[in-house]
């Protein structure tokens, strides 16, 4: 059997993050595809976080954790995994004086259809990473890290482990870093490319070395985490943001974004346009901004948009147009900013079509757990294939919703809510299509695909 031809698959250097087109990077910045290495980190200005915590900045004294948690809940840096949860926040709810083991966990499975920027992060900047990593672990009296990173990137990985050496052989890791009384051990993990295990608790289940199925919460990780100790979990770009608040200041990163959501974010615009890639904007940039840097639409007019990963309901053109890249913003406009992949859909794209993709990844990635979401996930699916290959029922557009209304809030992780949600937002927006689909047995856009 020969080959299938996957060149289309390779990167050719627009999609990555070094292509120079951002606004105000703090995380990309001054990237070249070739200097990730230490000494390219510290020559950019790495590690001066780290040393300003433990050491002091220009012989002055060193922050305390609180001070770190302060800095950072000023900042209004809000979690880059999916939720948006502010991070400053969530570090302190890890019990500090907890006698015993205490983990801090990178986020880097980045599983989400159409979200590839973390990988790039790790790949380009990597002692980014390691840095606000060390600097978390501090501010919440953590000895050990793991970075979980998704297992289809496995030269993603092998990059990592390299950052990690560089950073053991220079004392930035290990034992009393940088002559100062904190330790902080940090590993690196493959997964095996599981979407679930982007999950916090499945994640937690597969770094222990279990089938990787979300627990029942409560108990959250901050109280039961990795090995049922105190866990506190960020996402890569989340631990990339925290070098530079300590550098500038909480202040100044709230003001570099919006009320509320500071700081950059890390776009990956996929979809119909002409320069598909990463950028990193801050938070409030106009959509219509974000989509000229993309280069504009390809092959037609713009028609829609999933604004923040395949699980985040679709909003039709004139609704983005009018809207600011921010958690709130998208919120408002009736949809999430969650992992920050913005795929774009020109007009000759079928909705019916596009849902049927979605649902048959869902169903495809239930782990099974619970009813609502094995079975639901499959009625889902099986029903969009029967509206798109001309076999819908009139009732089938009321038991779609109702069945995805059944999945919603029912289920142990928000996987259930991920299949739902798409569903209900095509069928909000665009449900002329799926009646027309029904009633014609054909579809009423061109196909291009
Ligand atoms: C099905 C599912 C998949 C997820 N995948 C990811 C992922 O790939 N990366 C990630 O950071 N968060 C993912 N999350 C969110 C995490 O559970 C968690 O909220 C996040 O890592 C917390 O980090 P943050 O506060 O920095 O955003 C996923 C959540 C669900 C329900
Ligand atoms: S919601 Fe789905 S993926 Fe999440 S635990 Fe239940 S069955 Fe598994």
Same mark, same amino acid.
């Given at each position: 059997?020969?080959?299938?031809?996957?060149?289309?698959?390779?990167?050719?250097?627009?999609?990555?993050?070094?292509?120079?087109?951002?606004?105000?990077?703090?995380?990309?910045?001054?990237?070249?595809?070739?200097?990730?290495?230490?000494?390219?980190?510290?020559?950019?200005? @790495?590690?001066?976080?780290?040393?300003?915590?433990?050491?002091?900045?220009?012989?002055?004294?060193?922050?305390?954790?609180?001070?770190?948690?302060?800095?950072?809940?000023?900042?209004?840096?809000?979690?880059?995994?999916?939720?948006?949860?502010?991070?400053?926040?969530?570090?302190?709810?890890?019990?500090?004086?907890?006698? @015993?083991?205490?983990?801090?966990?990178?986020?880097?499975?980045?599983?989400?259809?159409?979200?590839?920027?973390?990988?790039?992060?790790?790949?380009?900047?990597?002692? &980014?990473?390691?840095?606000?990593?060390?600097?978390?672990?501090?501010?919440?009296?953590?000895?050990?890290?793991?970075?979980?990173?998704?297992?289809?990137?496995?030269?993603?990985?092998?990059?990592?482990?390299?950052?990690?050496?560089?950073?053991?052989?220079?004392?930035?890791?290990?034992?009393? &870093?940088?002559?100062?009384?904190?330790?902080?051990?940090?590993?690196?993990?493959?997964?095996?490319?599981?979407?679930?295990?982007?999950?916090?608790?499945?994640?937690?289940?597969?770094?222990?070395?279990?089938?990787?199925?979300?627990?029942?919460?409560?108990?959250?990780?901050?109280?039961?985490?990795?090995?049922?100790?105190?866990?506190? &979990?960020?996402?890569?770009?989340?631990?990339?943001?925290?070098?530079?608040?300590?550098?500038?200041?909480?202040?100044?990163?709230?003001?570099?974004?919006?009320?509320?959501n500071g700081g950059t974010k890390i776009f990956s615009v996929v979809g119909d346009v002409n320069r598909p890639g990463n950028f990193?904007?801050?938070?409030?940039?106009?959509?219509?901004?974000?989509?000229?840097?993309?280069?504009?639409?390809?092959?037609?007019?713009?028609?829609?948009?999933?604004?923040?990963?395949?699980?985040?309901?679709?909003?039709?053109?004139?609704?983005?147009?009018?809207?600011?890249?921010?958690?709130?913003?998208?919120?408002?406009?009736?949809? !999430?900013? @969650?992992?920050?992949?913005?795929?774009?859909?020109?007009?000759?794209?079928?909705?019916?079509?596009?849902?049927?993709?979605?649902?048959?990844?869902?169903?495809?990635?239930?782990?099974?757990?619970?009813?609502?979401?094995?079975?639901?996930?499959?009625?889902?699916?099986?029903?969009?294939?029967?509206?798109?290959?001309?076999?819908?029922?009139?009732?089938?557009?009321?038991?779609?919703?109702?069945?995805?209304?059944?999945?919603?809030?029912?289920?142990?992780?928000?996987?259930?809510?991920?299949?739902? !949600?798409?569903?209900?937002?095509?069928?909000?927006?665009?449900?002329?299509?799926?009646?027309?689909?029904?009633?014609?047995?054909?579809?009423?856009?061109?196909?291009?695909?």
């Amino acid at each position: 059997m020969s080959m299938p031809d996957l060149s289309r698959f390779q990167a050719r250097g627009l999609e990555t993050c070094f292509h120079g087109r951002h606004i105000d990077p703090q995380i990309y910045a001054g990237l070249d595809g070739t200097n990730w290495r230490l000494q390219d980190y510290i020559a950019r200005g @790495g590690y001066a976080a780290l040393r300003k915590i433990l050491q002091g900045a220009d012989g002055g004294v060193s922050m305390t954790p609180d001070q770190v948690i302060a800095e950072v809940k000023l900042s209004a840096l809000r979690g880059r995994g999916g939720a948006g949860f502010p991070t400053g926040l969530k570090w302190s709810f890890m019990p500090r004086q907890f006698p @015993g083991p205490k983990y801090l966990v990178c986020n880097s499975d980045e599983g989400e259809p159409g979200t590839c920027k973390d990988r790039d992060i790790l790949a380009y900047n990597p002692h &980014i990473v390691i840095e606000g990593m060390a600097i978390a672990a501090y501010a919440m009296g953590v000895k050990t890290a793991y970075n979980y990173i998704h297992g289809e990137i496995f030269e993603v990985y092998e990059r990592f482990e390299e950052a990690l050496d560089e950073a053991r052989a220079a004392g930035l890791l290990g034992d009393r &870093i940088l002559g100062s009384d904190f330790s902080f051990q940090l590993h690196a993990f493959h997964g095996f490319g599981a979407y679930i295990c982007g999950e916090e608790t499945a994640l937690l289940e597969s770094l222990e070395g279990k089938k990787g199925q979300p627990r029942f919460k409560p108990p959250f990780p901050a109280s039961f985490g990795l090995y049922g100790k105190p866990t506190t &979990i960020n996402n890569t770009e989340t631990f990339a943001a925290v070098p530079w608040i300590i550098n500038h200041g909480g202040q100044a990163y709230l003001e570099c974004g919006k009320p509320n959501n500071g700081g950059t974010k890390i776009f990956s615009v996929v979809g119909d346009v002409n320069r598909p890639g990463n950028f990193e904007v801050p938070l409030g940039t106009p959509f219509a901004k974000l989509l000229e840097m993309a280069g504009g639409v390809k092959g037609g007019a713009l028609k829609a948009v999933i604004p923040g990963g395949s699980s985040a309901p679709v909003l039709p053109a004139n609704v983005m147009m009018d809207t600011t890249m921010d958690y709130d913003a998208i919120a408002k406009a009736g949809s !999430m900013l @969650g992992s920050g992949a913005v795929i774009v859909m020109n007009d000759t794209r079928c909705m019916v079509r596009s849902l049927l993709r979605l649902s048959y990844f869902y169903q495809h990635e239930s782990c099974g757990q619970c009813t609502p979401c094995r079975e639901g996930t499959g009625w889902l699916w099986r029903m969009v294939d029967r509206i798109e290959h001309g076999k819908g029922r009139k009732e089938d557009l009321d038991l779609l919703d109702n069945v995805a209304d059944n999945i919603k809030g029912r289920t142990i992780c928000a996987l259930g809510d991920a299949a739902a !949600m798409p569903v209900q937002g095509m069928l909000k927006h665009f449900r002329d299509e799926f009646a027309y689909h029904v009633d014609h047995k054909t579809c009423m856009v061109a196909q291009t695909v």
